[in-house]
């Protein structure tokens, strides 16, 4: 172990220590990567999606579009932490909450959520993912379910509700994505003409590309064929999830040639879903993934099997597969979500904020709640590695 690991190991035995860490040694890059994305978070980018276009061809040039400082990145990517943990939250009070994980992960592996944040505790879609996670961190895992179910709408309902009027049935269309690690490429005159053939059932077309694909081939012939091209925007974007809230809510069918978070968002907002095999496939991914590649390809294929036929309705099979990797039934009520921020915020100033004693703040609580409060009791139960599902 060299000095720097050794240094970071020393770090992350403290949340307040991380915190201030981070803030010292990425001030500038922080400030920086502020300056640069202010304006891109500020577009529409389901009206025009020119800005977020020219804003990718910077990032190419060498534009910063991140900053290394871990925690401000969880208190803002995708907008999740805002939208669930961050409403009734003072933002100083960031630290006494759970980290998010990102997103949908099959992977068995913990990523930088769990690993380089020195948070109390995770948050996560479902079951699937607590037991996983649980097998690399002793941490309370707090399941939450689809993270789009406590956004607001980008848009307000008069407005939605006038452009699904003009739009008339609508098709929604999903391309999987790649990003700065993980990498795709489409069978692109087969994907146009899947959706071609779709086409004829509906009235409007719109396609929702990821940012980090907006320049690319596939998005400029689905451009050529007069397809209407939307983005949720850049993934640093707070509103992120609010703009993909709204984006889903204009729809009243999904399809996509891939098994993302957007499959579980969409039946989460009640729009059926199908999936199109053999469209794209991925070419490299980052490390931590190639270690566990062979673990995603059971839980994937059950996904895709639900979703591979046209169903007008959702079905009670797909339900049940969303509710097993989305968490569906384990939505919580915003009074849930206030005790699971005021449980964080115990466990810290409990154990003054070092990692090493959390546990022994969370024995320490059990016993307080189950005296004095059972709803953050039963909460803190249900989030400990005794409780998994077998």
Known sequence: ?????????????????TSMAYKTKYKKMTQKYEEDTKYIQSVDTISDIKPLMEFRKQVDNGKL????????????????????????????????????????????????????TSKPAIATF?????????K??????????PYIHYADNYYSNDQIEEMKK????TLLV???????????????EDYIYNINALATCFDTVIVCVFWWNINDKLTQRF???????????????????????????????AVGDGIGTNVGFCISEKVPYMYIPNLSRMTDCVEKEKESINSIYSPQSEIQSVFLKR??????????????????????????INLINDICEDIVSISKGWTGKYSEAITNLMKEYEKYDAEKWKLLFGAQKCNDEN
Request: overall charge neutral; some cysteine.
């Open 1 to 17: 172990m060299n000095v720097t690991e050794i240094t970071k190991k020393m770090i992350y035995r403290n949340i307040y220590m």
């Open 136 to 145: 690399y961190s002793n941490l309370p895992v707090f399941c939450v379910g």
């Open 166 to 169: 003009r739009q008339g049935k």
């Open 223 to 253: 451009i050529e064929e007069g397809y209407r091209v939307v983005s949720a925007g850049y993934n640093g974007d707070v509103n992120f999830v609010n703009r993909l809230k709204t984006i889903i809510g204009l729809a009243d069918y």
């Open 126 to 134: 479902g079951s699937f993912r607590k037991k996983i996670i649980h």
């Open 174 to 188: 999903f391309p999987a994505h790649s990003t700065d690690g993980d990498k795709y490429e489409w069978m692109v």
């Open 65 to 116: 579009w991140y900053t290394n400082d871990k925690l401000y990145t969880f208190e803002h990517v995708y907008g999740y932490w805002k939208n669930i943990f961050g409403k009734n939250l003072e933002k100083q009070k960031f630290l006494f909450s759970p980290v998010l994980e990102h997103g949908l992960i099959l992977y068995d592996a913990l990523f930088d959520e769990g690993t380089v």
């Open 311 to 336: 169903e007008n309705e959702i079905t009670q099979q797909q339900m049940k597969v969303v509710d097993k990797y989305w968490g569906i039934n384990s939505i919580k009520t915003d009074s849930q």
